[in-house]
């Protein structure tokens, strides 16, 4: 992905917790979560390393703008988005390669 970019869901174990981010490289940025790369940062301080969501777009800056669109919304909206695209809220990771 040259230009383009993703927005992304993640969120622990319980689903008690979600982040929502954005990157130009998902399953690397995913495998950074898994792996607390960043020990201080929200993700791994909550456990935040289970994908739950993502789009992607063209250009990283629609990424970007979609990113603060989903901050934004009620955590019972964004609950719909991940439930249908993925109903059983499965760990979306190891999809990323195949």
């Known amino acids: 992905m040259k230009y383009g970019g993703c927005v992304y869901i993640t969120g622990n174990h319980s689903h008690s917790v ?3 981010g954005v990157t130009s490289d998902l399953p ?3 495998t950074a979560h898994r792996d ?3 020990p201080n940062s ?6 935040c ?3 739950f969501y993502y789009e992607i ?3 990283i800056e629609e990424a970007i703008t979609r990113e603060k669109q989903l901050k934004k919304w009620k955590r ?3 609950e719909k988005l991940i439930g249908e695209m993925n109903p059983g809220w ?3 990771y190891e999809s990323l390669w195949t």
């Open 28 to 30: 690397a940025r995913i």
């Open 36 to 38: 607390k790369k960043y």
């Open 76 to 78: 019972e909206w964004k």
């Open 42 to 47: 929200f993700s791994a301080k909550y456990n």
């Open 18 to 20: 979600l982040y929502i």
């Open 90 to 92: 499965i760990d979306l």
């Open 57 to 59: 777009f063209a250009r």
């Open 49 to 51: 390393n289970k994908l």
